[in-house]
T-cell receptor
Framework: NAGVTQTPKFQVLKTGQSMTLQCAQDMNHNSMYWYRQDPGMGLRLIYY???????DKGEVPNGYNVSRLNKREFSLRLESAAPSQTSVYFC??????????????FGEGSWLTVV | QKEVEQNSGPLSVPEGAIASLNCTYS??????FFWYRQYSGKSPELIMFIYSNGDKEDGRFTAQLNKASQYVSLLIRDSQPSDSATYLC???????????FGGGTRVLVKP
């Protein structure tokens, strides 16, 4: 029962390098999300995908791109990494209907350091 | 002003006492409210959700919602050292299937 799986768990990048964080869920959820978490800032939404084929910007989308590859997979790409993107990244998924009590399930997180 | 506000803490409580956490939100259209617990180095896990005014109890946890005053609170009764964690408040708006999180309150339960 994997739930939400994201890779890699740890990554160190040099400024200007690119990389893709991969995420897959096996709960047949329609919606998927990428959040970043910085000390004292809580979780901030980068991008989300309400359903397969759609993506929307969240609070902090600059410097990131996403791809909803299919219903299971939602990737996050850093095209030119910057030190300000050093953070913990969480992928998450949910069924439609958060306003009626469905909840978000999180992956284990990816620790990214940009030097 | 952030959309969801929490006191960052730390909130220090003795073992066996009640821990009281508060969260305020700015969007009056918010529909559902969630409390997540996050241990250091781990991902958030859901504790409670509430969408009706009043209290909702689940074991040692009670969530309280007051939509008119735009706040939601979490009470942890008989606090245990294992309750030491950061508690995140999250709000679901009516439009869009997404959650907005507060900055979290760190709770320390001392034996």
């Amino acid at each position: 029962n994997a739930g939400v799986t994201q890779t890699p768990k740890f990554q160190v990048l040099k400024t200007g390098q690119s990389m893709t964080l991969q995420c897959a869920q096996d709960m047949n959820h329609n919606s998927m999300y990428w959040y970043r978490q910085d000390p004292g800032m809580g979780l901030r939404l980068i991008y989300y995908s309400a359903s397969e084929g759609t993506t929307d910007k969240g609070e902090v989308p600059n410097g990131y791109n996403v791809s909803r590859l299919n219903k299971r997979e939602f990737s996050l790409r850093l095209e030119s990494a910057a030190p300000s993107q050093t953070s913990v990244y969480f992928c998450a998924s949910s069924d439609t209907g958060l306003s009626s009590g469905n909840t978000i399930y999180f992956g284990e997180g990816s620790w990214l350091t940009v030097v | 002003q952030k959309e969801v506000e929490q006191n960052s803490g730390p909130l220090s409580v003795p073992e066996g006492a009640i821990a009281s956490l508060n969260c305020t939100y700015s969007d009056r259209g918010s529909q559902s409210f969630f409390w997540y617990r996050q241990y250091s180095g781990k991902s958030p896990e859901l504790i409670m959700f509430i969408y009706s005014n009043g209290d909702k109890e689940d074991g040692r946890f009670t969530a309280q919602l007051n939509k008119a005053s735009q706040y939601v609170s979490l009470l942890i009764r008989d606090s245990q050292p294992s309750d030491s964690a950061t508690y995140l408040c999250a709000v679901a708006q009516a439009a869009g299937n997404k959650l907005t999180f507060g900055g979290g309150t760190r709770v320390l339960v001392k034996p």
